[in-house]
């Protein structure tokens, strides 16, 4: 028997799987893992599916600790401790991916003003400035000199960064309005956001007392996001904002297979072998060289995304034309 979250949000795999589950008549249920009697629900499953967000503030405070805690009882979880601990954790991922020598994007994070200004006098600019989380390049800024820098620091080990940039998101919602991207309505909700933060931010309270940069990688008009699952990649080229280094949530997405390198591919394969994980999005640029540089990673994605991809390659680099069910592959991983 399998327990799926009961989530009616349509960015979120859940009713995916459910479609998956009745498609192939395999035994589910729908649970809400906010129950208090959770634990009691599950005594007749064999694992958990919920794929929960960083942008709700209930799923903030209460996935981990509840998925986690399924895992080390022995119930089947998705995602599990080794897909997602690092979850919305830039900071985190750091340290993961420079302790399993990855080719990462060089990152460095500091825990006292002192010795951030210490870096910044001694290192060349523009870099690149990230909050710990954010999805869609929220939080993401181009930092092109050292007095801007040092402003940064001043307000990192001050009152801190509140985690939801309210005019930033305003101006990445007009401007996908523009683009035909976006519903007028999301322009009003950006503007209702910036006078009252969603309750995530207030639940996360400030980013404080750390700064976290990475290299700035020129000579890239988009990046490469690869996802892995069960043997199985697909993935898409998202070409950079007009007059912007970011390509996260542009919304200007390539599908074929030729826009997409295949050396990204070999390399989430690789990395995917490292990790140990079930389900990982990895987002990858060109180094100066014309190889893989890791930016960061996430095991969950917003699904409409992807309908568009026109296949997907399995671990001997074969590639499968056609549509596919990635979410299928989950439920069929957890079965194995």
């Given at each position: ?150 402003k940064l620091v001043k307000k990192a080990f001050g009152k801190g ?107 989430a394969f690789d990395i995917h072998k490292k990790l140990k994980a ?59």
């Amino acid at each position: 028997m399998i327990a799926i979250h009961n989530d009616l949000r349509t960015h979120l795999f859940h009713y995916l799987w459910v479609d998956y589950c009745i498609q192939n008549k395999i035994p589910y249920k729908l649970i809400n893992c906010y129950d208090s009697n959770i634990i009691e629900q599950l005594s007749d499953c064999n694992c958990l599916f919920w794929h929960y967000n960083q942008s709700s503030a209930n799923d903030v405070v209460m996935a981990k600790p509840l998925l986690f805690s399924l895992e080390q009882s022995g119930l089947k979880v998705f995602p599990n401790f080794n897909t997602a601990w690092h979850f919305d954790d830039k900071v985190g991922q750091k340290y993961l991916l420079e302790a399993l020598n990855i080719d990462l994007v060089k990152t460095w994070v500091f825990y006292d003003s002192k010795s951030a200004k210490k870096w910044i006098q001694e290192t060349n600019f523009p870099k690149v400035f990230k909050l710990r989380g954010g999805a869609g390049s929220q939080n993401v800024q181009l930092i092109r000199t050292k007095t801007a820098a040092n402003k940064l620091v001043k307000k990192a080990f001050g009152k801190g960064f509140p985690a939801y940039d309210g005019w930033g998101s305003f101006k990445e919602r007009f401007r996908k309005w523009r683009l035909g991207k976006a519903d007028f309505k999301e322009v009003i909700k950006g503007t209702f956001r910036m006078v009252k933060p969603p309750k995530y931010a207030q639940v996360m309270g400030n980013e404080v007392n750390y700064l976290y940069f990475q290299e700035f990688i020129p000579n890239n008009d988009s990046d490469t996001r690869i996802i892995v699952i069960d043997g199985k990649a697909f993935g898409i080229k998202r070409m950079n904002r007009e007059n912007d280094f970011r390509a996260s949530g542009s919304g200007f997405i390539l599908y074929d297979k030729d826009s997409i390198d295949e050396v990204f591919v070999k390399a989430a394969f690789d990395i995917h072998k490292k990790l140990k994980a079930q389900c990982i999005a990895y987002d990858f640029v060109y180094d100066e060289h014309k190889k893989p540089l890791l930016i960061e990673i996430s095991f969950g994605f917003a699904n409409g995304g992807y309908n568009d991809c026109v296949g997907y390659w399995d671990e001997k680099m074969t590639w499968h034309e056609g549509k596919f069910n990635p979410y299928g592959w989950m439920i069929e991983l957890m079965l194995k």
